[in-house]
């Protein structure tokens, strides 16, 4: 496995380690300082043990100059010859990525760098694999995403974008617990999946001898919770959806969801913008934050449009109440590529029904108005047909209540007034079964033990979903989704 030249010289350093009767893996070091606390606790002369990664090391004769790196924290080490005795011999067996442990008293150079003079060093694990030969230089982002340990080494914003989002989560659930809200569990395996628009991963269940599939929601048993008298609930969790990939989307991420009785989409709106302020605040003291270029403020109030006002600001067309053929056109002179056969229930009879008509609608709204939208923003008053799990709006009842929250081109979320109507929602996922008879993978299916809980009883309830790695990446200023998930998923 270790074939290169340069494992094979470092094996072979690895080897007189072991002649010299030195462990070169020994089972822990206790340090009394980590990096970061001899750099905040600095005095002239302080007598520290530490440890860290060597990055660095320039030999001159009797003396050298190292620095080893300790989570993200970098400081200077002082080798003398005449300090260290026949230790001194080890450097010629270190090589930059092994850990070493150190003793010594730190001092400040004539070029102000906070320094150690080691008086003793001792092999904590002995690095047979290289580094990238520029430290700062692991450039290729296949090779970034599929050796992620490699990349945390060499590239400090791959780190901090990992220690951010572990910020968010924690803050997030902070900010829930503060409101009352409970942490839930949900099935990761169920027998029926729903809340949204996917295609599921399936799997065989051996045990229970039937298929089961891998969540793409947590919605439907949530809301359970809230019929069985649970107010306020949510829950951080892995949900899988069998799709492609790109920038936006990893088929397997992480969602927050939460439901709380007696509240509506309005709610969920207030609750939204409260969240993103306490995120930024507590992260960088400012609802200002930049992203990709743009000034993002996160100050609350957030600006509001309707679903078709959007459309008709973004791409100057009205498209409320156009019909299919009209759709098209517009889809053309969009350049917008249309693959009618997700859409197109085998037959043209089919065309003008609402769920075929709002689904090209949507891909108009998706391809051409959301990546438009750069200041937070609420879009709300979704079609009907492609919300199914939605309260109508009194007003108009091709509507339902609904919003999305966009920030820099990028839907982060969904959030409704629950539907609680057992009758109307056995209709909705009938229509849904149709049109997955007719081809849509997509398509809701309908879940007997759903519609029995809201048929005991489901108090008017607001529901929200988050897209945690979405959210990461606004604030952590990347690009990629995969630049905020520590173990993307790649092609072999």
């Known amino acids: 496995m270790f074939t290169s030249e340069q494992e094979k010289i470092r094996i072979e350093k690895l080897l007189k380690i072991k002649e010299k009767g030195i462990n070169p893996y020994p089972k822990r070091f206790d340090r009394t300082h ?22 660095a090391l320039r ?80 450039q290729d982002k296949e090779l970034r995403y599929r ?10 914003e791959a780190k901090r974008a990992i220690k951010i989002r572990s910020k968010i989560v924690s803050q997030i659930r902070r900010f829930l617990d503060d409101k009352g809200f409970l942490e839930i569990e949900t099935p990761i395996l169920q027998p029926l999946y729903g809340g949204a628009f996917a295609e ?28 069985g008298g649970l ?16 920038r936006l989307h990893n088929p397997e991420f992480t969602q927050l969801e939460l439901y709380e009785a007696y509240k509506d989409y309005t709610d969920m709106k207030t609750l939204v913008e409260e969240l993103f302020s306490n995120l930024a605040k507590n992260l960088f003291g400012t609802n200002k934050i930049p992203y990709q270029g743009l000034d993002i403020d996160l100050t609350p109030p957030w600006k509001t449009l309707t679903y078709f006002d959007a459309i008709k600001e973004y791409t100057g067309h ?69 919300s199914p799990l939605a309260k109508e709006k009194n007003d108009n009842p091709d509507l339902v209540e609904r919003f999305e929250p966009a920030i820099a081109g990028i839907e982060i979320g969904n959030a409704f007034s629950e539907l609680n109507d057992p009758l109307e929602q056995e209709k909705r996922f009938k229509e849904q079964m149709s049109m997955r008879e007719g081809g849509d993978k997509e398509a809701q299916i309908l879940d007997e033990d759903f519609l029995k809980a809201i048929a005991v009883g489901m108090p008017p309830t607001g529901g929200l979903g988050l897209g945690i790695d979405r959210i990461c990446m606004i604030f952590t200023n990347s690009k990629s989704i995969k630049d905020v998930i520590s173990f993307p998923q790649m092609r072999w």
């Open 59 to 138: 030999d001159h004769g009797k003396s050298a100059f190292a620095n080893i790196i300790d989570d993200s924290n970098k400081i200077q080490l002082y080798f003398k010859k005449d300090i260290l005795n026949e230790k001194y011999s080890m450097l010629e067996l270190l090589d930059l990525g092994d850990f070493i442990g150190i003793q010594g008293t730190t001092f400040i150079t004539k070029t102000g760098e906070l320094t150690i003079v080691v008086e003793d060093i001792i092999l904590l694990s002995k690095s047979i694999a290289p580094l990238p030969e520029k430290w700062h230089g692991l």
């Open 318 to 386: 009205d498209l409320y109440n156009a019909d299919y053929e009209y759709l098209k056109k517009t889809a053309q002179s969009l350049e917008i590529d249309i693959d009618e056969s997700p859409l197109v229930m085998g037959s043209k009879k089919n065309l003008e029904q609402a769920y075929i008509r709002d689904k090209l609608i949507d891909k108009i709204f998706g391809d051409r108005v959301m990546p438009k939208i750069e200041q937070p923003t609420f879009i709300i008053d979704y079609p009907k047909s492609i």
């Open 231 to 246: 107010n306020k609930v949510y829950e951080i969790s892995k949900d899988f959806r069998n799709e492609g990939q790109d």
């Open 147 to 156: 050796q992620r340990h490699i990349d945390f080494i060499v590239n400090p």
């Open 34 to 55: 980590t990096v970061r606390e001899i750099q905040e606790e600095f005095a002239e002369g302080m007598h520290v043990t530490t440890a860290g990664r060597l990055i």
């Open 200 to 227: 599921p991963f399936k799997t065989y269940y051996r045990a229970l001898d039937r298929d089961f599939f891998l969540r793409i929601s947590d919605e439907l048993y949530l809301k359970r919770l809230i019929c």
